[in-house]
Each structure stands twice: as structure tokens, then as C-alpha cells.
């Protein structure tokens, strides 16, 4: 009999300088993967330290987290790079952090692209193929996230990397398998208790209801948690105990294929 | 009976996006270790790429090249960084070179601190032991180059790293083993021939005509060769020759310690 | 009678710290009006202070050349900026070069936006208007600079900014008065002859011989002069003594105005 | 019959993207003058203009806060930059500031260097004087603010600036005027009404009471008010009040010179 399973991620990392951001000591106890800000749409080298060093303690799947050159836009502009571009920022930020997971004695787990990059990279194969190249050649035991469908997920496939696919708890989808666009009324999940239960169904049944009202195939393997926002780490808690007491076990992405 | 040898070093990899800096073409074809500049004082994730590729093509051993983050003053200017500040750059970027090191399939050699970072490591002890510890904790196999008698190469030698002292072709000496500050009008030796019987002899007799008429001893593992200025390369070239003459090996600084 | 008249406009102040980029002193020789980097794809406070110093000393009318915050690109990526974001960045850089000009004593008589910036905002209505109502707000006295026929220049009109319409010696037009896009193999102008007599039809009879065979309309008030490649100083001289012989007065573009 | 009058100014604009810091709203309500971040040390162009907008609608007086380019370390590290660097950068700055200033329909009435520039360039007089001169070159009915007693303060009076001699209410003095040392066990004023007094009596006595037990002479005409800290709202309003109670008119700097 198969074991249900599910990885919580997060985003961390994301201080500068003087600017503090993120509860992630808080969220650290909640979730079982990290995705660790690299410098470049967030993070420096402090932060990036101290992050991996209070993962390592808490037993969270470290992951490196490259993003856009655009710390005044956090990553989440879109900008027309190569994909040769592309592949040369995430084999710099995979190292960099790298750096620090070496230092402090640890393991890097996955990779997931942070923003504009990861958008941009669910819907260009080219720019998918570039980081997954890049996630490769830097080391080919790396997992490489995904949104789940994407050609991110698809690129890490074909190059022979393990991939996780990742969904979302509060967006609902389309019947493609798509995120309904945030412009769109009906693209977030406000109910905390559907939001569970769409993540339990991905989880068991391996399907997701599309706001078309039909029943789409998905994969689930990490389910994107937000740092942000005044009920986040308390939604990750409620979400932690409920999917352990739909009988699925919590734990990082690695797992899965130990 | 001891074999005489010496490393040729030269900074590389400085150009960032439309700028271009350097001759590091011709430069790796004289020279045995390559420091290659990180993103932080100079270079880009491309160029840093395009360096490491070229220097594994010509045999030349890689060194990561970090600096202060200062591309306006290309590193050059002092700052006061805190030892923990200075250790968490150098593990940074040592991480980021070490990316593209991986993705080529070669093996990094050596560290060597650029610029302001260099000159303020060579005289204050606790910022050298953070870079010395950063370097040890990133990779204990790393080669720590630092200035012939610095408080770099102590702090290099005191964690246990191998050193490799560096000497100046075209710089005078004073009486207690130090460099002829750049300021006073007797710092640069410009006889190409002078500067290469300084080379020979610090080799070979482990000493150095100090300013002050006395000979001074010095350790002289790595000779660093400037890439700037219009005759760079030739001068390069010609003591490369000067020292197979005089029976002195030129080599990357790895096989020292092979 | 009415009287011939063309500016010759040109990239300047690229450098960037120790990296040199152009032969700015020389081209001032030759243009009418100089659009210096404002320091996000390019350009520095030394660089703006030297290039603002030196084109007064010559003659030449100043521009503000606001870029993207992409000095790795080199502003040439275009990225998904909001109009709001675009007007901050036009007034920020604008501002500066602001600073130098009143230190010098001079007088800022343009701005043109620089590559990417430039690209979208000619053919983006609403990126077009802010960057208007950005050189509006700080002085409604500058010209606004755009492609001959772009949103950017009728943007300019609609605020009420006086507006210079710029033309290429070197790029073939298409039949609605666009540029040919540079995939196309016929979107350069290699013969120089061919380029010089372009510019003088432009200006006199106000068209342009389109790819399709057929003649267009288009305003003719300023030509760029690139700064780089082997020729591009000669072909601006060779340029400037055609267009005297051919009686077009060569002027800074605000004597169009005076 | 003189009046009593006294200047409150704070450092403001430090946001950065998504990173958000300060209480900005809350302090212009209590200020009489605000310290604008100019992107180097802190700030961006959104925030700049928001500041800006937001201390024109409160009356507040605008000033240029101009940084070293040191973003990761909020401006607060030493840096060695020549005289001329330090000229430029302030040129640069306080020109972009002006930017937004026009835009929005205001007058500059100040500039306050930042951090470690501010620190600098309060006991090196060639820095100092080229601060001093930037400013007047940029504008000469720009107010410069320095340290009382500083060769900021100096330089600005021998080139012919208005200047603003700055106190503070939470820090002791040496009987030289100096500030004690922050590493000293009594840098600091840690009860609310000893700084009340200490600012009172300097503005009507113009002396402050030295670490040492004797009364130095200083000159008060503007009091720092910080904007971190969990009390430094509450700290400002209260001393505004008994500022207030004491017969001293809380005003912009620009007002004495009226």
C-alpha cells in the first residue's frame, strides 16, 4: 500500500541589510523544505548563514532559491533574458548558497526559482531547459521545483533530474491544469477549510476541481506555503495538522525518493 | 636535491555585461593559476563561466578572486567590514565561482582576496582569520594565497589550510619584508630586468634586496603578474622565459603541495 | 524661406568606474547634442560630471539618457516596468544628471530615453505618457526625444513638451513608417552613400524610401549617431560634411525652437 | 528680545522595494524637518517621491539625505573615498532628490549627509569641504546640516552655505564638544527628561554639560530625532512639548534664516 506524502515549502531568506523580512524562525517549525533567497531578488550573504544554519537545526530540506537581478523589484518583474542568461544566474546563485550549505556542514536538497523566473520558466521551454541544464551541471542530485504541469517540471524530466510538483493551496485552477490568473475574481481561495481540502484531494486523489467544474489531474508532491501576510504561519499549522489527520505524512521533498 | 618553483598568478574574468576588461586570453597562456573575480569588485555570472571554461582549456589552475562589493571602486577602496562581514562575502563568493567549477567538471585550486580586501587582510588579523576560516569552511582543500609574510598567509597556515605566499616582480621591499608603499617615488622597480633578477633571487635564495641595502628573506611561492597596462603580457611572456633560463619551474601553485 | 536643419544626437558617459566605454571626447567633436548615462545602465557621478563639463565646453546641448536599472544588460532588456515605475525612474535619473548641470553652470536641453526603455515606450501609450509627464514635472521647457512616428514623441506633444523626432542613417523603414526589425536581413544600411543620402531626403522632402518600394512621410528633426563600432566617429564626420554640402544647417535641436 | 527656536529633524525615505521601514507618517506629524534617502544608502525613486509629496502636505522642510553607495550596509560602514568621489556622489544625490522635488511642486531646504558620510565628514575638513561645495554648486540656498562644532559645519560657513549645527538630545558630550564615543559605557542619555533638559539648555544657554562636569558652548539649531526605536515617536511628540512649555518655537531650519 502506498503512504501518502506531502512537503511543505517556503520562501526564507529574504532580509537585506538592515531590512528585516519574514517570520522564518516561526515558519521554520511549520514546514519541511526552505527555499533560501540567493542575493539577487532578495538575501544576502548574512542572511543566507543564518538561514541555513537555523534549517540545518530544525531539519528543513534546504533549497536554493534564485530569482531575478532586481532587488527593487523583488524578482517579480519579468525580464527578457536569455536563456543562456538564465542559466548563468542559477548556476551563480545555486553556488553561492551552496557556499554556505558546505560551511555549515549540510545538504542542499532542491532548487526553485524565485518570481518572474519561476513564472516565466512554468511557460518558456527554452528558459526551462537553462535552468534545469544550470541545476544539473551544478550538481545532478539536486531536485528541481516546479509548478506542477509546467515546463519547468517537464525540462527537469527530460535533463534526468528529479522534480517536485508544486501546488497551491488557496488559488483555484482551470481546466488545463493552469492557476487562474490573480487578475481573474475567483483566483484565490478565501475559506481556509476548502483550501485544506483541495490540498488533501491533490494529495489522495491526485485530482484538483477546476472552476469549469470538473475534475482535473494534478500531481502533488510540495504544497507552496506564504511567509507573508498576518495568517500565514497559522494557516501552515492548521494545514499541517489537518493533512496529518487525513493520514498524510509531512516531511521534505528528499523523501520521497529515499 | 630541491626542485626551484613558481606559480604565475593573474587576476581574470573582470569584465561585467557590455564592459569588457583584459586580456585574459592571452594572459592564460602564460600564467599557471587564474584568480577569477566573483561579481562583487568585477566579473559577471557569464564571464566568470567563460573564464573558468578557458582556464580548464589551458591547464591553468582556478582561483576565486573575491572582493569587497564595491563595482564602482572595482574593489579598491577600503571599507570598514566587520571579520563576520568579510567571512560571509568570501564564503559567497567562493560559492558562486565554485557553481561554475562544478558545472565545467574541473577543481578549484586557491582563494585569493582582491584589491582593498587583500590590503586590509594583509595587516589586520582578525579580518584575515575570518577569510581564512571562510575559505577552510567552504572547502579545507583550498589554497589560501596571500601576501609573502601577511597576516593573510598566518591565519591561512594557523587553520590549517596550505598557503601560498605571494611575491612582486615590480615592487621594491623594505628592511622588515613589507611592500614600499605605492606613494613613495622608489615603490615600483621599472627595469623589466631588475624586476625579473628580484623574481629569481627571492626563489632561489629565499631573499630580497630590501630598500634599505639589506637582504630581507621573503617566500616566494606565486608571482602575481598584472594584467593591465600596455605591456603586460609581453613582460609576462619574458620572464616566463627568464625563469625556465634559470631553472625554475613554472607551475600552478597545487603541484607544490602534490 | 524656410531653412534646412538636423541634430546630430549620440550616446555619451557610458564609462562606469574602472570600465571605459566609448570615444565620448571625439564624438563630441562631431554631434550637436549628447544624451548622457544617468547611472542605471550605465554612466556614473564621475563619468556625468566629466561628460556634462565636456559638452559645454564644446557646444554641444545636453541630454538626460534615462535607462532601465540594468547595468548588467546594459538597459537593452526590456523589462515589465509599470508606468508609474517608469515616470520615478525618468524623474530620479533625470534629476541627477540635474544636479551636474547646474554645478557646471550649463543648461539640459533634452531627454532621451535609453534602449529598452526607449524601445517599449515607442510603441506603449501608457509607458510613453509617464515617461512624458516625468520630463513635464521636472521641467516643461526640455524637448522630449523619440523614434520619428512613436508613442513617445506623441506622447510628448499631448502633455505639451516640445519633441525632437529622431531618425536612423543606417536602418531601412517599412511601408508604415517603422523600423525594419533588426532579424530582418535587410534592416541595416551597410553603404555609407546610401545612409548619407537617406538622411538628406528625410530632411528635405520628409520621406523615406520604404522596403516596399514606396515613399513615406516622416519628421526628420535629429539622427542618431552611434558611438561604437571601428567607423562610427568617421561616418558622423563624413555625415556631417554631406549634410553642409547638401545645405542642411547642423544644429543642436533646440535652436529648431529658439 | 531674541527668540528661542528650534529646528526637529529625522531621517526618512529609507524604504527599499518591498522592504518597507520607518514610521514615516507618524514622525512628519512631529518634525519640522525631514532627511529625504536618496538610493544610495536607502530609499528608491517611489519612496522618494511618496516622501516627498507626504512632507510638502505636512509643511515640513524637504532635505536631501545623501549616502555612500552601500545599500547592504545602510550606508553606515566607513568607506575611503576621495574628495572628489564624496563631491560627486552628493551632487548626484541631492540632484535626484531635486528631481522629485520639482515634480511635486516644492523647494529643497536642506542637506543632511548620511551614516558614516555624515561621520566622515565631520572630522576630515578635505571631505567636509567638498560635501560643502557640492551642495553649493548643486544650489547655494540650500541650509547645510552638520554635527556643531564640525569641519562640515566649518566648511559650509567658508564657502558661504547657510549651515545648521545639529544636537543631540540622547547622547553626551566631551568637554571638547565632541560626541562621547558610542562603545563608552555613558554614550548614551537613557532618561527622557535629562535629554529634555539637555536640548533646553542648549538652545537657551547654549551650553551643554560635559561628561567631564563642565559647561561646554554649542551651537543648537537643529535636534536628530530617530525614527527607530519602539519610543521615538512618542520620545519627539513629548519633547516637542515641553520644547513647547519651555518657550521655544519648534520651526524648519529655514525659518531662522528668514
Known sequence: MDMYRLDLNSDMGESFGAYRLGRDSELLDVVTSANIACGYHAGDPATMRETVKLALAKGVGIGAHPGLPD???????????????????????VGALYGFV????????????????????????????????????VNPELILLGLSGSELVKAGQKIGLRTASEVFADRTYQQDGTLTPRRQPDAMIQEEQRAVDQVIRMVKEGTVQSQQG??????????????????AVEFAVALRKSLADAGITVEPMSRRFA
Open 71 to 93: 532587488l527593487l523589484g523583488f524578482g517579480r518583474r519579468n525580464m527578457d533574458i536569455s536563456p543562456k542568461e538564465a542559466y548563468d544566474m542559477v548556476v551563480y546563485q
Open 102 to 137: 558546505r560551511a555549515e556542514g549540510g545538504t542542499m536538497q532542491h532548487v526553485k526559482a524565485h518570481g518572474a523566473l519561476y513564472n516565466m520558466a512554468a511557460v518558456r521551454a527554452p528558459l526551462a531547459e537553462a535552468i534545469a541544464e544550470a541545476v544539473y551541471d
Open 214 to 231: 470538473t475534475p482535473v489531474s494534478i500531481e502533488a508532491h510540495t504544497v507552496c506555503i506564504h511567509g507573508d501576510g498576518p495568517h
